[in-house]
Every structure is written in C-alpha cells, then in structure tokens.
C-alpha cells in the first residue's frame, strides 16, 4: 500500500526514520543538481559558455551544494543550489538571458518531475511501493513552483532583477545579497508562528500540479 506524502515534504525531527532521511538526501541531491546543470546549460546555451567552470556539466552535488538553500530544504521542503556564476557581458539580452537562465533550473525540475511521475505508474501497475519517487516527484514540484517567490535567488527574483533599472544596480546588488537570508528568515518564520505569506498561495498549486502528474 502507497503511503501518504505530505506537501511541501519536510523531514519530522520528532520522528525521524533512518530509511527517510537517506532517501530525503538522495533526493534534495538529484533535485538541485539537476537544477544547476539545467542553469549551466542555458547559460552556455545563451552565449555564456565556457570550459573547465568547476559549476558546469559536471553533475558533482558537492559543487552545488548551498549552506541557505540546503537549510530551506530542511526547513521547508524546496531550496536552491549554489548560485552558478554568470558572465551578462555574453549575453546578447543581459536581463533576459539572465533570467532564462535562472528559470531553466525550475524548468528543468519540472521535467523530471514528470518523468518520474511516469515511474510512479509503472510501479504501481506492478505492486511495488513507489514512495522514493513519489518523494522525488514531490520536491521537484515543490522546488519549481516555489521558484515563483520573487526573492533571489530563486527564478522569481530573477525576473525582479531583470526588471530594474540600469540606474537601480546598487539596489539590484543588496537584492541579490540579501535575498538568501530573507527567504531563510521566511521559512523559519513559518515554522515558529504556522504562518507564510506564500504558502496559500504556493501550497495549492503545489498540490495541484502533484496530484495531477501523480495521477
């Protein structure tokens, strides 16, 4: 019998199964290097290529490990891998290109979120529990959708830099510096006081786009 999975998925400190954990790792690993590798591809893809960037088409999870992003995994069940560097002088459209980028990585985790969602079924035509999968499925969902907090690094914050003006750059600079620690603070926020100004908006449609790939 398939279990439940709760959305966002978050490890219960107060009953933490050793069989959970390992797999909760395994899957924060492939979700965020998946999520970097797709950045790098269109990185280069867009004019921004280059050889032997240590955060490029590697597929190593220790290169794109992120102490805060790892934290919001933990913490709230989607996160952020390392910020892959970005040479806008390549791009043709700075602020788009840079934005395209950042939004490959959420795109990216949706694909495999279907994918997987295509093993679920196979797995469940011949009895055996996908929990694993349905756990990858999940916080691939919930890392894309979650993208759409407008906050850096996150593709939502992306798409505010994008936005700002050339004269805004200083601004633009304390946006992306600060914007780690504000979703962190966020997140922790939610977890003392229950409350999130995202998450009934968020939540939802985490659930929605899930169930509906889930089947």
């Known amino acids: 019998m398939e279990e439940a999975l709760p959305l966002p998925y978050i490890l219960d400190p107060a009953h933490l199964q050793f069989d959970a954990v390992i797999s909760f790792i395994v899957v924060v690993v492939i979700t965020l290097t998946i999520n970097a590798e797709a950045q790098a591809f269109m990185a280069a893809l867009l004019g921004d290529s280059r ?3 240590k955060d490029r088409f590697h597929f190593n999870f220790l290169f794109h490990l992120d102490i805060w992003g790892t934290v ?3 913490a709230g069940g989607f996160g952020w891998p390392r910020p892959m560097s970005v040479d806008e002088s390549k791009f043709k ?4 290109y840079t934005f395209l980028t950042r939004l490959a990585g959420p795109v990216a985790n949706l694909l495999l979120a279907g994918i997987v969602g295509s093993i679920v079924a196979l797995m469940k035509i011949v009895e055996f529990n996908p929990l694993v999968f349905v756990m990858l499925l999940g916080v691939n969902v919930t890392t894309a959708v979650y993208n759409l907090i407008p906050l850096p690094p996150l593709a939502g914050g992306a798409l505010v830099s994008a936005l700002m003006p050339k004269q805004m750059d200083k601004i633009k600079w304390l946006f992306n510096l600060i914007g780690p620690y504000l979703i962190v603070a966020i997140i922790m926020f939610e977890r003392i006081k229950g409350e999130l100004p995202f998450k009934g908006y968020l939540n ?3 659930v929605a786009i899930f169930n509906y790939i889930k089947g």
């Open 51 to 53: 050889t032997g960037a």
């Open 72 to 74: 919001c995994y933990l």
């Open 93 to 96: 459209y700075p602020g788009l």
């Open 204 to 206: 939802p449609l985490v």
